[in-house]
């Protein structure tokens, strides 16, 4: 996933004391998605998509579920503006 790719370099550069914390983390969220994948609230403006916060971290991901498969969306910075809004 290219946002992850992206998060992940900036994080090395700039803040390579949490990198690993944060890949942590991130698996954490993973994990809690692939065991209760409804447990995340759906997103208001997207029908189907559900938003999970990485608490400690100011990123948010994205993903929906379709036939059993959890597809991860977006990894996003939550002071940006959210992903679907950029696409304009």
Same mark, same amino acid.
């Given at each position: 996933m290219r946002d992850l790719d992206n +998060? !992940?370099?900036? +994080?090395k550069l700039n803040y390579?004391? +949490? !990198?690993? &914390?944060?890949?942590?983390?991130?698996? &954490?969220?993973?994990q809690r998605i692939g065991r209760w994948p409804k447990s995340a609230k759906e997103v208001d @403006?997207?029908?189907? /998509?559900? /938003? /999970?916060? !990485? +608490?400690? *971290?100011p990123y948010? !991901?994205? *993903? @929906?579920i379709t036939d059993d498969v959890i597809e991860v969306l977006y990894l %996003? %910075?939550? &002071?940006? @503006?959210e992903p679907w809004e950029e696409e304009h």
């Open positions: +998060i !992940l370099e900036f +994080i390579p004391f +949490i !990198l690993t &914390a944060f890949e942590k983390r991130l698996r &954490a969220v993973e @403006q997207r029908p189907g /998509v559900r /938003v /999970v916060s !990485l +608490i400690r *971290y948010k !991901l994205f *993903y @929906q %996003h %910075h939550a &002071a940006r @503006q």
